[in-house]
């Protein structure tokens, strides 16, 4: 299968933010992509750097505008399209949601992020509850699709979760970058940390990872920080962790990779990781901490 990853540069005029990536999303589909991957809240700025309640009012339903708008796009491109969007469940009720559109521009199903952050211009707890739909993978087309976002990337549990359920393939749409009074070997650090954990997801489960992430600088409207550089850094990995593409961390970039899904078969038959699980003395694990 050929998978379309699209990492852009986001400005405040959210029709010019759409039209961009639908620019990107028209050149995967003309280069064969059948999957297409599209970063975390991509339609706006990463608005979770100041707490405002004025922000709530770019929250949309699911189904929705943008279900309408880049279901069209699917429909029209004959594509499986992974978006990211601020859901409004309710009034008060708001999720960071990913939502997979199948071919013919239906839902094909959601995951609403389940570990929310809470740090410095990351005030994700102010606008995000908990997702409640599990670690669920998404039936499609072109596979089982596990799709987390962002913060999920960090734990372990979530990846495996979803490839216990089936996962064909693990999917990060993702918002991440610098501060800008980080040291360059603070930035290395902090991206290198976030590569290797989830190089580690696609060894420990024997599957691909795609993550796709924001690039570009976004001030802080409140001026509390100095705003965030978004690192990029898009990246496929096969399921021995092996770098598949990467695209650069200063601008806007798409690409299309092939992979090969019999490879979780071979990889898995050398590295029997699911075989040799101790599930008779993980019971522990649903604990917040032992001692």
């Known amino acids: 299968m050929k998978i379309g990853i699209i990492q852009e540069a986001i400005g405040t005029d959210r029709k010019e933010n759409i039209r961009r990536l639908s620019e990107h999303i028209r050149s995967c589909a003309s280069e064969g992509a059948e999957l297409v991957v599209l970063q975390e809240l991509h339609n706006t700025p990463y608005f979770c750097q100041t707490e405002d309640p004025a922000n709530f009012d770019l929250a949309e339903s ?92 960090w734990y372990p549990e979530a990846a495996r979760m979803m490839a216990l359920a089936g996962a064909e393939l693990l999917i990060y749409p993702t918002a991440i970058g610098w501060e800008s009074t980080d040291t360059k070997d603070e930035q290395t650090r902090q991206t290198d940390a976030w590569v290797i954990a989830q190089r580690a997801h696609a060894v420990a489960n024997g599957l691909h990872v795609v993550s796709v992430n924001r690039t570009g600088y976004e001030a802080d409207p409140s001026g509390a920080t100095n705003g965030i550089q978004f690192w990029g850094n898009s990246f496929i990995a096969g399921p021995q962790g092996e770098l598949l593409t990467v695209l650069p961390n200063n601008e806007a970039a798409h690409t299309v990779t092939e992979i090969d899904f019999k490879r979780t078969e071979e990889v898995r038959r050398m590295w029997p990781f699911f075989r040799d699980r101790r599930i008779d003395a993980f019971g522990e694990l649903t604990q917040r901490y032992r001692k």
């Open 62 to 153: 699911i189904p929705g505008e943008s279900t309408e708008i880049y279901g069209s796009l699917a429909r029209e491109l004959n594509i499986v399209l992974v978006l990211s969007l601020f859901e409004k469940r309710a009034a008060g009720l708001y999720h960071n949601t990913a939502v997979v559109l199948e071919r013919d521009g239906s839902i094909a199903g959601k995951y609403r992020k389940m570990h929310i952050p809470d740090d410095p211009a990351y005030y994700e707890k102010f606008y995000f509850t908990p997702g409640d739909l599990g670690f669920e993978p998404i039936q499609t087309s072109v596979g089982r699709l596990g799709v987390l976002v962002c913060w999920d990337q």
